[in-house]
């Protein structure tokens, strides 16, 4: 089944896209739920780098480990953004396998 805002519940598994400010080592994938990190140059507003976390995560439980994990590291959260899922032809995925969504595929909760 398609997960969509109207049917999203604690328990479904959901594509999150979670922004921190600071450098994430790709290593750590693992212990944040196997989300694909991506780490940037300083961010022009904020004048830090940031690292984005993108993936499907089991359900908000999953989530939440990995919010707690990010804080027991000491990264400040920037946003938590829920992406809407496409159809099972249409997602990309990156070499390791996790799913990739394109920007315009985000949907700001």
Not at 25 to 54: A, F, Y
């Amino acid at each position: 089944m398609k997960i969509t805002p109207s049917n999203l519940n604690v328990v479904s598994p959901a594509q999150y896209r979670i922004s921190v400010v600071g450098i994430l080592d790709e290593n750590r994938s693992d212990r944040l739920g196997g989300l694909m990190i991506e780490s940037k140059e300083p961010d022009q507003n904020i004048g830090k780098s940031v690292t984005t976390l993108t993936g499907r995560l089991v359900d908000q439980a999953a989530l939440f480990g990995v919010l707690n994990a990010l804080y027991n590291m000491r990264m400040p959260l920037l946003a938590v953004e829920y992406m809407i899922e496409q159809d099972e032809g249409v997602r990309l995925r990156d070499d390791s396998g996790r799913i990739c969504l394109a920007k315009e595929d985000v949907k700001t909760l």
